[in-house]
Antibody, heavy 120, light 107 residues
Framework: EVLLLESGGGLVQPGGSLRLSCTVS????????MSWVRQAPGKGPECVSG????????YYADTVQGRFTISRDNSKNTLYLQMNSLRADDTAIYYC?????????????WGQGILVTVSS | ETVLTQSPATLSLSPGERATLSCRAS??????LVWYQQKPGQAPRLLIY???NRATGIPARFSGSGSGTDFTLTISSLEPEDFAVYYC?????????FGPGTKVDIK
């Protein structure tokens, strides 16, 4: 069974930082692209960042470019998202999502999501 | 950025009826169109990838079609568990954008 478990969310002040983690099991982690997809309250999903299976290619939405960094540790089956200079409009549920292959970015499996709230 | 528009915004139907959902892209996306279903309080669930390929465990009443810029998700006969929000997503170029969604609710 494919499992993805996010952690590290919570309440942070504007300008602050958080690091999200996603620990996975049930599949060969290095064989799949991984992504962070967020969903603000009442809104549709937004692809925030993606990274290929080998970890040597990554993508960022314009809204987070320069503030967020995606990474993965294939030895630990873990995906990360370092979020700096957080803003109120970063408030959302953040999902970790498994791709369809090493460079294939549809989201075949999702974690349960973790809430990030940016507020003073 | 490729913008996806979905229509209608809301579709009110009864169980057993056929649902036809549309997704239009602002530029050609070949066959790189994906559909998800989302229910309240849950993560989206992959239904169909690359226009017409059903994901594992997805019933045959869900089907996808289209190419280029115009795509359709069809639910042949609505079951009670199908009332949800449906999103399309393109994966041809980054950022991999989603449409705004179509809500299928009970008439």
């Amino acid at each position: 069974e494919v499992l993805l478990l996010e952690s590290g969310g919570g309440l942070v002040q504007p300008g602050g930082s958080l690091r999200l983690s996603c620990t996975v099991s049930g599949f060969t982690f290095r064989g799949y692209a991984m992504s962070w997809v967020r969903q603000a309250p009442g809104k549709g999903p937004e692809c925030v960042s993606g990274i290929n299976g080998g970890g040597d290619g990554s993508y960022y939405a314009d809204t987070v470019q320069g503030r967020f960094t995606i990474s993965r540790d294939n030895s630990k089956n873990t995906l990360y998202l370092q979020m700096n200079s957080l803003r109120a409009d970063d408030t959302a549920i953040y999902y970790c999502a498994k791709g369809g292959g090493p460079t294939t970015y549809y989201f075949a499996s999702w974690g349960q999501g973790i809430l990030v709230t940016v507020s003073s | 950025e490729t913008v996806l528009t979905q229509s209608p915004a809301t579709l009110s139907l009864s169980p057993g009826e056929r649902a036809t959902l549309s997704c239009r892209a602002s530029q050609t996306i070949s066959s790189y169109l994906v559909w998800y279903q989302q229910k309240p309080g849950q993560a989206p669930r992959l239904l169909i990838y690359d226009v017409f390929n059903r994901a594992t465990g997805i019933p045959a009443r869900f089907s996808g079609s289209g190419s280029g810029t115009d795509f359709t998700l069809t639910i042949s006969s609505l079951e009670p568990e199908d009332f949800a929000v449906y999103y399309c997503q393109q994966r041809v170029n980054w950022p991999f954008t989603f449409g705004p969604g179509t809500k299928v609710d009970i008439k």
